[in-house]
């Protein structure tokens, strides 16, 4: 069965520090992968995605970047972090036909990131 | 990326069933309905999907209007666990782009 894993669970970072969280699928091949950011009491923001190694989309101008290194591996990055970065970071994966997702998105358990 | 309407919040009481509307009028033949639910301090969770015909999985069913301009996520008997923010979700591409959503509360 495929799994989705996430970590860390939580962070606390202060202003100014690099980040780099992980995120890796097991048990599928090719997968779409996103990573996504919901603000404290906000809707979740699409940040990017990726149809496959190498390839970033980013849906919204920020601080951060994503790579994808490996087929199932997904990183998001920041040189140096923001106030505004603190939220709850999740990761998801779809699987796919070409490139349209054949079933729904699963997330990660996500990681709540703390700008301090 | 076509959009969808759906009520701030809704409440429900305990072993009814529970009706989730969604509009969205503006969808194209490619675009498939998702629903995903929310709980507190969790990522989002799949619910079901489906493009024209009606839908059935062990968590719910959804019903598509036959203009495909609207559909209605059934879950048929809530429980206190079914309370969570709902989001019906337009998918015609490789990305899923999240609204406001439903805060469904139920009652016991």
């Known amino acids: 069965s495929q799994t989705i894993h996430q970590w860390p669970a939580t962070l606390v970072q202060p202003v100014g520090s690099p980040l780099s969280l992980e995120c890796t699928v097991e048990g599928t091949s090719n997968p779409n992968l996103y990573w996504y950011r919901q603000a404290a009491g906000r809707g979740l923001q699409l940040l990017f995605y990726?149809?496959?190694?190498?390839?970033i989309s980013s849906e919204v101008p920020q601080n951060l970047s994503a790579s994808r290194p490996q087929d199932r591996q997904f990183i998001l990055s920041s040189k140096k972090l923001l106030l505004s970065d603190s939220g709850f970071y999740l990761c998801?994966?779809?699987?796919?036909?070409?490139?349209?997702?054949?079933?729904?998105?699963?997330f990660g358990s996500g990681t709540r990131l703390t700008v301090v | 990326d076509a959009k969808t309407t759906q009520p701030n919040s809704m409440e429900s009481n305990e072993e009814e069933p529970v009706h989730l509307p969604c509009n969205h009028s503006?969808?194209?033949?490619?675009?498939?309905i998702h629903w995903y639910r929310q709980l507190p301090s969790q990522g989002p969770e799949y619910v079901i999907h489906g493009l024209t015909s009606n839908v059935n999985n062990r968590m719910a069913s959804l019903a598509i209007a036959e203009d495909r301009k609207s559909s209605t996520l059934i879950l048929h008997r809530a429980t206190l666990r079914d309370a969570a923010v709902y989001y019906c979700i337009l998918c015609g591409g490789n990305k899923l782009v999240f609204g406001a959503g439903t805060i469904l509360r139920v009652k016991s």
């Open positions: 503006t969808i194209s033949g490619t675009d498939y």
């Open positions: 998801a994966w779809s699987g796919r036909r070409n490139v349209v997702p054949r079933n729904g998105y699963t």
């Open positions: 990726s149809v496959g190694i190498g390839q």
